[in-house]
């Protein structure tokens, strides 16, 4: 199917997520992860997605996705035994563009500051020859030309006035100039927000970063729609390796979600609720039936 909707700009979405399971017993895998949404651990599932979207269909699928397992016992420095995973989430990243590059192929990727490594941009246009759109946190530091990054002088881009426009910079660790902006957006409570974007492409005008960057907000639909739709928080498996195949059934299940939406025309959320209601009808007239044939009860009765 993601060959069917593949284009030449289409997007590779990569995004972590964690679905809090406080009552399931703890594994290597069901265990406590740190969420940069919350500032907190959770005791949850966290995973890894590589999410295709094609702009030209409207229609994204998973192709991608990586458990975080704590498999590694240690010590920490008050003598407690805690667990961590023996691969970071940036290594299962550059892992999982490699392995898109090869099956499908991308115009951009797209990430936020979490995987905005220069290790992992380095991975996106060295190793795969594609570009990428990524959010920068603010504390980053920039020279303004190869020769202030070669004398060591570095200004914060906070500092830089970016609002509505772009300038081309150079990032510490990185060869390449990156070109940066700066998004400032109101949130759901009226509050603002601000969002430093960076790209290896730089053609782009601020209208296009802003607008193809948007585009990552596909993948937390994926997010919300495994979680609501198709059962991925509702596993009743006890091993990791049955617990992961449930995971990965909804993601799939995902993906007939997707099909359907094509064919009808209604989000996911309709098709459930459609679905959800002919089997309520079905059960119901056959309930119906059940209670008005004459069972051997009946007879018995009279």
Partial sequence: ?????????????????????????????????????????????????????????????????????????????????????????????????????????????????????????????????????????????????????????????ESLGLEGRTMSVYLKQYDNPVLIGKQVFKNGDGSTGTLYLASSDLDLDYQSLTTIYQKRWKVEEFFRSIKNNTAFAKAPAKTVKTQQAHFTASMIAFCKLERLKSRNNKNHYAMKSQIWLAATKMAWKELDRLSTSKTAFNKIAA
């Fill in 1 to 157: 199917m993601v060959h069917d909707i593949r284009t030449p700009e289409g997007l590779l979405i990569i995004d972590d997520s964690i679905e809090p399971k406080k009552h399931t017993k703890s594994n290597p895998m069901i265990t406590w992860h740190y969420d940069h949404c919350s500032g907190k651990s959770v005791k949850g599932v966290n995973f890894i997605n590589s999410f295709y979207y094609s702009p030209k269909y409207d229609i994204g699928l998973p192709i991608g996705v990586e458990f975080v397992t704590k498999d590694v016992e240690f010590m920490d420095q008050k003598g407690k035994i805690k667990r961590k995973s023996s691969e970071t989430k940036n290594e299962m990243m550059r892992r999982m563009v490699k392995q898109a590059n090869y099956n499908v192929g991308f115009n951009y990727v797209l990430a936020d500051s979490w995987f905005s490594s220069s290790e992992n941009m380095k991975c996106i246009t060295d190793d795969c020859r594609s570009d990428f759109i990524m959010a920068i946190k603010s504390n980053r530091v920039v020279a303004l030309s190869q020769e202030d990054k070669s004398k060591g002088i570095f200004t914060s881009i």
